[in-house]
Structure formats: structure tokens, C-alpha cells
């Protein structure tokens, strides 16, 4: 039986945050700021979500206030949910339930794991950039969440991904995502002079 559990409802526009990851937001309005204060009262939890065409998206990420000041928040996201309905309150609140991934068959996932994480190690060794700490280590799900942020995709890129339902999927689709970004750094490799310091894709 899936465990429904109700939290403050933190919007985000134009910003996804994916399970594992951490992100730094402006607090935003005032239904922000009560949002804020609310999830003092629930261990500094809270449900965040992508905020567009003036709703939340139903996929979101169970999250964790690691330091609120009064012009940034730090978030780090740690679990997948479903949100379900809103909670009439004065501060936006949600009944939601989590949203883990669908199990996949046995020993598929290591296979794809290597190959994800050895496609992203090239491309990070050809833009010169550092391999983020610890991936190496990390899980299938979690190497997936790892890579969607530091590729810089689209916000309706990232939240596609933090809709689809299994990490096998998510990986495959960023394989594909992977390809690319390694079409352009080859497209632009005789003008890196000219790019230091741009965005991955």
C-alpha cells in the first residue's frame, strides 16, 4: 500500500528539481515564503514542483530545505512523488505519494549504468570539465537524475525526464542526449577558444 503524505507546496518556475540532486532558488512570493515557513514545522520538508501556464505539474520531488535565507533557498531533492490533490489551507498544501521507479529485470540495469556513465566521462574529459564527485558509485536512477542536471537540458527536457517511470528509459533517452552534445563539441571543437565558459549544449 503506497503511503500518501501531506507537505507544503513549493513552486518553481521555470526551475525542475530531480531526486538526488541539490539547487539553489530565489523564495519567491509571499505564497513561497508561507510555504517556507510551513515546512518549518514538517523537519524543513516540502513538495516541490515545476510551475507553468499557471499550474503545477503533477510529477514532483519530495525535498529537503537545506539553508533558507532571505534571498536564496537551498534545496536538495530526495524523493520522486505523484501529487495527488491540494490540502485547503492558508499555505498552498499537498497530499502527494511516492513515485519510485518501476523495478527493472535482473541484471539489466549495471550494463547501462557503465555505459551512461562512461558516455558522460568522454564528454566531460573532452569539455574539460571535472566528473561531479561520487558518480562513479552511484546507481542507475541516481546516475540518471546526476546526468539530466549537469546537461543543462531544457526545463520541459528535465521534466519530461522526471516523468518517465523507470530508470531504464531514463537512461536510454539520455544516451541519445549524450550523442548529441558530443555532435556539437565535435561541430565546435576548431572554436572552443572562442566558447570558454558556455553551457554543455
Given at each position: 500500500m503506497v503511503t500518501r503524505f501531506v507537505l507544503p507546496l513549493f513552486p518553481l518556475p521555470e526551475l525542475v528539481l530531480l531526486p538526488t540532486v541539490e539547487l539553489e532558488v530565489t523564495p519567491g512570493g509571499p505564497l513561497a515564503r508561507g510555504a517556507l515557513a510551513r515546512a518549518r514545522q514538517?523537519?524543513?520538508?516540502?513538495?516541490?514542483?515545476?510551475?507553468?501556464?499557471?499550474?503545477?505539474?503533477?510529477?514532483?520531488?519530495?525535498?529537503?530545505?537545506?539553508?533558507?535565507?532571505?534571498?536564496?533557498?537551498?534545496?536538495?531533492?530526495?524523493?520522486?512523488?505523484?501529487?495527488?490533490?491540494?490540502?485547503?489551507?492558508?499555505?498552498?498544501?499537498?497530499e502527494a505519494e511516492p513515485f519510485p521507479d518501476t523495478a527493472a529485470a535482473p541484471g539489466r540495469e549495471e550494463p547501462l549504468r557503465r555505459l551512461l556513465l562512461r558516455r558522460f566521462a568522454r564528454l566531460c574529459l573532452r569539455l574539460q570539465r571535472a566528473l561531479p564527485a561520487g558518480l562513479p558509485k552511484t546507481d542507475l536512477s541516481a546516475l540518471t537524475w546526476r546526468i539530466t542536471d549537469a546537461l543543462d537540458l531544457e526545463t520541459s527536457q528535465k521534466q519530461g525526464l522526471l516523468n518517465v517511470p523507470d530508470a531504464l528509459t531514463r537512461a536510454k533517452i539520455l544516451l541519445l542526449a549524450l550523442r548529441d552534445a558530443e555532435r556539437r563539441e565535435r561541430f565546435l571543437r576548431p572554436f572552443a577558444h572562442l566558447r570558454e565558459g558556455g553551457q554543455w549544449n
Open positions: 514538517h523537519q524543513g520538508m516540502m513538495v516541490v514542483s515545476l510551475y507553468e501556464d499557471e499550474a503545477v505539474h503533477e510529477v514532483g520531488v519530495k525535498a529537503l530545505i537545506l539553508d533558507a535565507r532571505e534571498t536564496s533557498v537551498q534545496l536538495r531533492g530526495l524523493q520522486r512523488c505523484r501529487l495527488r490533490e491540494l490540502v485547503p489551507d492558508a499555505v498552498p498544501m499537498v
